[in-house]
C-alpha cells in the first residue's frame, strides 16, 4: 500500500481518495496503522519515579478527622450567624421607628431583641452539637472493643 500523490477534488465539488491507495485496502483493519499503547512502546510509559504513590491519610489534631478548616468554618458560621441577627434586630427597629416615630428608642429596641435573639441561637446550637458529639462518642465507644 502506497501513497504516490495528494488528495483532489472531485468533479462534483467532494474529495477523491489519494492516488496509489487500493480502495480494497481502505477496509482491510491490518492496513490500518495500530496506534502505539504504552504497553506496546516504551517510550510511552509513564516513569516510575513520575507514577502516583499511594497518599497516607494526615493526622487529624481533632477526633473527627476534620482539618482545621471545618471548624474555623463552624466558628465564622456562628459568628455570623449572630452577627447578622443583631443586624436584622437593628434595622427592623430602624424601620418600625420610621413608621412610628421615636427612631432610637426602636432601634435600641430592636437591637435588645437582636442580641437576645443571637444568644439563644448560640446556646441552642451548642447544645445541639454537644448531643452530636456526645452521640457520636457512644458509638465510637460501642464500635471499639
Known amino acids: 500500500m502506497g501513497v504516490t500523490g495528494d ?29 502505539p ?3 506496546t512502546d516504551e517510550r510511552l510509559r509513564i516513569p516510575e519515579i513520575l507514577r502516583p504513590r499511594a497518599r497516607l491519610q494526615p493526622v487529624s489534631k481533632n477526633a473527627r ?11 465564622w458560621a456562628v459568628a455570623l450567624d449572630f452577627v447578622f441577627v443583631v443586624i436584622a434586630g437593628c434595622t ?9 416615630g421615636n427612631q432610637a428608642l426602636w432601634v435600641l429596641g430592636g437591637m435588645a431583641f437582636g442580641l ?12 445541639a452539637e454537644e448531643r452530636a458529639e456526645k452521640l457520636r462518642r457512644q458509638r465510637e465507644s460501642r464500635e471499639v472493643p
Request: aromatic share 8%; proline share 9%.
Open 65 to 75: 478527622g476534620d482539618s482545621g478548616f471545618v471548624g474555623m468554618a463552624a466558628a
Open 92 to 100: 427592623a427597629g430602624y424601620f418600625l421607628g420610621q413608621w412610628k
Open 37 to 39: 499503547t504504552p504497553e
Open 116 to 127: 437576645t435573639l443571637g444568644i439563644w441561637r448560640l446556646i441552642r446550637r451548642t447544645q
Open 7 to 35: 488528495s483532489q477534488s472531485a468533479p462534483g465539488g467532494g474529495i477523491t481518495p489519494r492516488r496509489g491507495i487500493d480502495p480494497e485496502d481502505m477496509l482491510d483493519p491490518e492496513a490500518i496503522p495500530r496506534v
